[in-house]
C-alpha cells in the first residue's frame, strides 16, 4: 500500500501476557519510529531505526519494552507480561531521510 | 528538555469564524516547527511545517509562523468549515540533525466547528 500500515488495529490481552505489534513503513523509508499516546496527550517517542539499526530507545519506559527491525523494513514492538499501565494507542511512523514523518493508524491496546 | 505547550481545549467555533491555536516551545537550539491533524477516526497527517525562524507554513487555509523572540507557532485560519472539526497537535524536531529526528509533541487540541 501506498502509506504506513500496523497490525493489529486493536489489541485486547490480559495482564501478564506478551504482545507484539507490527509495523509496516512506506516502501523505500529509511527511518522508522514508535510513539506511545495515551488517551488526551500527544505522542510520546519511544524508539526509532535508520535502516536496520536502533539509534535511540531512550523513550522505552522499561526493558518490557523492545523493538526490531531485522531487514531494515518492517518493525515489530513487543511488550513483555504486559500490565494495565500499557493500555495506549501505539503508533508508527516512517520517512526517508531528513524528510517528514508519515504515520500509520495506530495500534489500540488495552490490557485488561 | 525540549517541550511543547499549545492551547488547551477543546475550542468550538461556528464556521466561518476566526481560528487561534497557541503552541509555543522550550528547547535548547533552533528546532523545526510541526502542526498534525487527526481527523475523527484516522491517523495523524502533517499539515503544515516550518523548519526556521520567520518561515511561515501554510496548507488547506492554516498558516503559522515560527517566531523566534516568542518561541512560539500558532496556528490560524481565517474562515473554518465543519470539515476542519479534528485534533491538531503541535510539535518539534531537530530535522534536519540527522540522527535525532524524534518529534515531541504538545498535548493536542480538539476542534469542534458547528454550522
Known amino acids: 500500500g501506498a502509506g504506513v500500515s500496523q497490525s493489529p488495529r486493536y489489541k485486547v490481552t490480559k495482564r501478564g501476557q506478551d504482545v507484539a505489534l507490527r509495523c509496516d513503513p512506506i516502501?523505500?523509508?529509511?527511518?522508522l519510529y514508535w510513539y506511545r499516546q495515551a488517551l488526551g496527550q500527544g505522542p510520546e517517542f519511544l524508539t526509532y531505526?535508520?535502516?536496520?539499526?536502533?539509534?535511540?530507545k531512550s523513550g522505552l519506559p522499561n526493558d518490557r519494552f523492545s523493538a526490531e527491525r531485522p531487514e531494515g523494513s518492517i518493525s515489530t514492538l513487543t511488550i513483555q507480561r504486559t500490565e494495565q499501565r500499557d493500555s495506549a494507542m501505539y503508533r508508527c511512523?516512517?520517512?526517508?531521510?531528513?524528510?517528514?514523518?508519515?504515520f500509520g493508524p495506530g495500534t489500540r491496546l488495552t490490557v485488561l | 528538555g525540549d517541550s511543547v505547550t499549545q492551547m488547551e481545549g477543546p475550542v468550538t467555533l461556528s464556521e466561518e469564524a476566526f481560528l487561534t491555536i497557541n503552541c509555543t516551545y522550550t528547547a535548547t537550539g533552533y528546532p523545526s516547527l510541526f502542526w498534525y491533524v487527526q481527523y475523527p477516526g484516522e491517523g495523524l497527517q502533517l499539515l503544515l511545517k516550518a523548519t526556521k525562524a520567520d518561515d511561515k507554513g501554510s496548507n488547506k487555509g492554516f498558516e503559522a509562523t515560527y517566531r523566534k523572540e516568542t518561541t512560539s507557532f500558532h496556528l490560524e485560519k481565517g474562515s473554518v468549515q465543519v470539515s476542519d472539526s479534528a485534533v491538531y497537535f503541535c510539535a518539534l524536531s531537530f530535522l534536519p540533525n540527522f540522527g535525532n529526528e524524534k518529534l515531541t509533541f504538545g498535548t493536542g487540541t480538539r476542534l469542534t466547528i458547528i454550522p
Open positions: 531505526f535508520n535502516y536496520e539499526a536502533q539509534q535511540d
Open positions: 516502501s523505500g523509508h529509511v527511518s
Open positions: 511512523a516512517s520517512s526517508s531521510i531528513l524528510d517528514t514523518q508519515y
